[in-house]
């Protein structure tokens, strides 16, 4: 395997984060290596926190001026083209703020799930380093623990058998001194033990705090969905209480979207200074665990690098192998003589053949290319997917408070229309026929309106007949014109009842004013008003 430093090479996007300022909260500039434990360093990343705080309050300040000037400076509502503008306005924000949410929601989720993978990918990498060197740590523990206790009670009887014979008594203590040595060479590997339970609290600390982070991610991508769509139903309902609601909702959701960016931006530089130089960062967490030729080892995984434990394991194979020759000769020369030794041969015979299969499965895990997989894997992990994860969620949240801010300027906008629209409601004239609230309530009582016109128009007629003949009629507008045109005027005895409307004119007792505003109704006032106007 080639080198890490050929496989693994920090994207652009870490360096440029790399590149932020880094300064304490006493605006002293900083170095940009990543320290996580000191405290200036933590106060760096702090104070990038207190920059999107800012932001928040401009923000804020430029609403507030805002919603003044709206409030103070009023424009004279009278004209219709300003109305027609202002509705147009409203319109377009609205339109605005919602494909910008949208927009947002979106780079929010694939954000969430980059990150999540990311995160993902580390932890598993954690997870199989700390999967490996558990196995050494068994292995190392396992067969120290056989050389010490099995192997020795076995030497101790059978010297006990050999003691008539001075030779199979030096060819059992040169074993010992084998066994000696193995155990010296494997207590001299590192102490995998304090790494394992490191890694292992990281991944599981890692994995717990990613999963809440994923969960909150996910509610607030929700929320803000929500909100938009309930906002723009808002408007499109022109509901008071509803835009209320959704205003003051708004504006949480704002802070809440300045205050997700501080974090991501912060956390984002923060692991963008170790991206930049993992290497060093690990090489002092561990100077003072394991020494930096092992480290050094697992960190590049280079062909041209000796492995610092290819002594050790070649003195445990000479030993082993040195063992099964002498166990193989006392097995044929000193069980003809002593049977009773056979036993105890067989079980160190037994003993020495699973050291060697552990000492192929300590070899095999020992090698750098395992540990240096599980290394840029979690690279690869953080520095790509997280860091780009990261960047995805900083845009969302300045999307998210653009798109906001926008409904903040279009809500205060749209609910002063609507209360313009509720004043011009209440001063028209209950009574006027041109009012579309008295020609709903004229039209919601018709039956019982046309009951009462045809009755009276039959008794009229019934009348008529009794007292003198029969004559043409006035106007030959159908009786379902005449009866509409009762309903409309609301049964009203200033009004004729001759629907002289479907010959063009308007009827005689008309006002001059109603004549006039009569003759300049527009087709479209026309259509508004319906059919019953038309010629």
């Known amino acids: 395997m080639s080198s890490a430093r050929v496989d693994y090479i920090a994207p652009w996007w870490t360096f440029w984060l790399h590149e932020f300022p880094h300064v304490n909260l006493r605006f002293q500039p900083l170095d940009q290596t990543f320290k996580p434990q000191d405290e200036n360093y933590q106060q760096s990343l702090i104070f990038l926190g207190c920059v999107a705080a800012a932001g928040l309050g401009v923000n804020l300040l430029c609403l507030a001026i805002y919603l003044s000037c709206l409030c103070c400076c009023r424009k004279d509502e009278e004209e219709e083209e300003s109305k027609k503008s202002n509705s147009c306005c409203v319109t377009w924000a609205a339109v605005a703020a919602g494909l910008i949410c949208c927009v947002a929601v979106g780079v929010g989720f694939y954000g969430n799930s980059e990150t999540n993978d990311g995160v993902y990918q580390l932890t598993y990498s954690l997870y199989n380093a700390n999967h490996t060197l558990a196995g050494v740590d068994s292995l190392v523990t396992g067969t120290v623990g056989g050389m010490q206790s099995g192997l020795n009670e076995h030497l101790s009887r059978l010297g006990e058998i050999f003691a008539a014979r001075g030779d199979f008594v030096q060819t059992l203590q040169f074993m010992q001194q084998m066994s000696d040595n193995i155990i010296k060479q494997l207590l001299g590997l590192p102490d995998w033990e304090k790494a394992k339970v490191d890694l292992a609290a990281i991944a599981d600390q ?261 007292l003198q003949p029969p004559t043409q009629a006035v106007t030959n507008a159908p009786l379902s014109e005449y009866m509409n045109q009762s309903a409309l005027f609301g049964g009203n005895p200033r009004y004729e009842n001759v629907p002289l409307i479907g010959r063009g004119s308007p009827p005689p007792s008309y006002s001059p004013t109603m004549r006039a505003t009569y003759l300049s109704m527009t087709e479209d006032q026309i259509r508004h008003f319906g059919e019953d106007f038309r010629a």
């Not at 192998?321 to 030794?341: E, N």
């Not at 070899?363 to 599980?374: S, V």
């Not at 998210?400 to 004043?423: E, G, H, K, T, Y």
């Open 206 to 466: 890692t994995a717990h705090v990613e999963y809440y982070r994923w969960l909150t991610y996910l509610l607030i991508l929700i929320l803000d969905l929500v909100i938009c769509l309930a906002a723009c139903l808002g408007l499109a309902k022109q509901s008071r209480w509803l835009l209320t609601a959704m205003m003051v909702c708004g504006v949480l959701t704002l802070i809440l979207s300045w205050a997700s960016l501080g974090a991501d931006v912060a956390t984002a530089v923060g692991t963008s200074d170790f991206c930049v130089a993992p290497d060093k960062f690990l090489m002092n967490q561990t100077k003072d665990v394991i020494s930096s030729d092992i480290v050094h080892y697992y960190l590049y995984c280079s062909q041209t690098l000796p492995n610092p434990f290819q002594q050790s394991l070649t003195v445990f194979q000479r030993s082993l192998t040195t063992m099964q020759i002498q166990i193989q000769g006392l097995l044929q020369f000193a069980v003809p003589l002593f049977p009773t030794a056979e036993r105890d041969l067989l079980s160190i015979q037994n003993l020495l053949n699973n050291s060697e299969a552990s000492l192929h499965q300590l070899t095999a895990l020992l090698d750098c290319r395992g540990l240096n997989k599980d290394y840029l894997d979690a690279l690869i992990g953080v520095c790509y997917d997280g860091v780009e994860g990261l960047l995805y969620l900083c845009l969302f949240s300045l999307l998210a408070a653009c798109a906001f801010s926008v409904m903040l300027c279009a809500i205060p906008r749209a609910w002063r229309q609507i209360a313009n629209r509720d004043r011009d409601y209440d001063d028209i004239d209950d009574g006027d026929p041109f009012n579309p609230q008295s020609r709903r309530m004229a039209s919601h009582h018709s039956h019982q309106g046309n009951m009462h016109s045809f009755c009276s128009y039959s008794s009229s007629i019934g009348s008529q007949t009794s």
